[in-house]
């Protein structure tokens, strides 16, 4: 079992326990901003169930029907967790209305928001563990997972300070107002959260500082040849396309050609883990004198 199952099985075991801890609070309090804290919950056990299904298919090698792998599966996860966490800032916009019109009175409010608080410091810890194990490990699913825990967090934080002071005012109006407040940041939240994922999708560059990277790289390990041109990057998951195309004096020998590069290659693969990398070797009359010279 690789290091990203094991994350993704344990943000389902904790967004379970948080579940939990979330509707305690709110049977607690009947308060309409702690259903909507406990909403949001129920939709993180889905996407963290969803995050385990795309790692566990992109970790599939590549075979026939998928040549280049299955990495973007992790994309369509994330596409998935924006999806629901839409449709719950929906449903915790429609609990606060009701909420607004008939404002509940709280019971046993600062117990309840005891027990709120615990889950909250439980969502706060694994999302850090989430966020900065998935950049590591490259999983956007992780990462995606992570955010949206994020903005768990901050909402929570938010429900217990408009709560408390519900309680402390008298304001019962507060506590639908603030739901309704938690509805309109997760909404914002699904959307990053889509928008970021799409741009895998749609077979987006790797980062400019990466590819200047790459450029140096291949200028400075393509002793032998004249030049590199139409570079061109993608990534999809954890793994890195680059192609390119790379001119030699036309009276290098095959074995020469492919020497260059193999060290070409070794290095790029030295950066970036996992990286597949195409080299179109060609003769010195294709050289289009732009993209990368060689040192």
Known sequence: MTETVKIAL???????????????????????????????SMV????????LIAIRVAARPADQGHPYG????????????GVMIIVAALLIMREAWLGFRDPPVLDAPFDGLAVNAAAG????????????????LKSPALVADGRHLLSDVVSSAAVLIGVTLAVLTGWTVLDPLLAGLVGLNILWSGWKVM????????????????????RAIISDRATGAIEAHDLRTRHAGRVTFIDFHLVVDGQTTVDEAHAICDR????????????????????????????????
């Open 195 to 214: 928008a970021a994922s799409l741009s895998g999708l749609m077979d987006e560059a790797v980062p400019e500082a990466t590819l200047e990277d790459i």
């Open 44 to 51: 993180n056990v889905a996407t963290a169930a969803a995050a």
């Open 10 to 40: 344990g943000s389902i075991a904790v967004g379970i326990a948080v579940l939990l801890l979330k509707i305690l609070a709110w049977l607690m309090t009947g308060s309409v901003a702690l259903l909507s804290d406990a909403l949001e």
């Open 70 to 81: 299955h990495h973007k599966a992790e994309f369509f996860s994330a596409v998935l967790e």
């Open 264 to 295: 070409i290659e070794q290095s790029l693969r030295a950066m970036l883990d996992e990286a597949h990398i195409t080299i179109h070797v060609e003769p010195d009359h294709k050289a289009k004198h732009s993209g990368v010279l060689v040192l």
């Open 121 to 136: 410091v439980l969502n706060a810890i694994w999302c850090w563990v989430l966020i900065s194990r998935g950049r590591r």
